[in-house]
Every structure is written in C-alpha cells, then in structure tokens.
C-alpha cells in the first residue's frame, strides 16, 4: 500500500519561508507527475506546484517566482520551497504522486500559516 507523508508545514511571519516535503512508501509504479494543492474553504482547490517525470515545472500564477519545487527519484519525494510567504497562502497543501497508468495518491495534508 502507497502511503504519503508530509512534512514541513507551520506558522511563519509574512515574508517568511517554509519547505514543505512528501516521501511516499510502498510500491509506486512508474511516477508521471508529482505536485502540491491547496484548498482554501469555500474556494476551489487549487493546483500550486507540479513537477513531470522529465524534470519539467509548472505553476499556479499566485506562487510564480516565490515557490519552487523540486524531487528526489530516489527517495520518492517531492518539495515545495516557499519564499516571500503572503497572509493568503495560508491554508492546508496536499501533495499527490501520479502513476502512468493514472493512479494517483495523495497526502495527508500539512497547514500552512502565515501571520504576524
């Protein structure tokens, strides 16, 4: 069974920077696309960050320039270095492992805060 595991998550002051991580365990298959959501209540939940097995980013307009993400193949884990952190990138982020086959795992979910 594939598991993910996040970590990284907390109260920072504005400005501030946070990096949030996700290991999965288990028996992955091929990875396709590996990434960061977030859900703010009563807003629709929104693709930050995502990362193709080719290396390839893409990200939200709201995080471009302040968040980065990167991966680690051999530890199955993927990153989301967030900097210049804003009072409205604060809520819960998800990531997900997507397979080729199109199974696709999620996290746990971790909070973010940002306040003074």
């Known amino acids: 069974q594939v598991q993910l595991v996040e970590s990284g998550g907390g109260l920072v002051q504005p400005g501030g920077s946070l990096r949030l991580s996700c290991s999965a365990s288990g028996s992955i298959l091929s990875i396709n696309q590996m990434g960061w959501y977030r859900q703010v209540l009563g807003m629709q939940r929104e693709l930050v960050a995502s990362?193709?097995?080719?290396?390839?980013?893409n990200y939200a307009d709201s995080v471009k320039g302040r968040f980065t993400i990167s991966r680690e193949w051999r530890k199955n884990t993927v990153y989301l270095q967030m900097n210049s952190l804003k009072p409205e990138d604060s809520t819960v982020y998800y990531c997900?492992?997507?397979?080729?086959?199109?199974?696709?795992?999620w996290g746990q979910g971790t909070q973010v805060t940002v306040s003074s």
């Open positions: 997900y492992f997507r397979e080729l086959g199109g199974q696709q795992y």
């Open positions: 990362i193709t097995a080719s290396g390839s980013p």
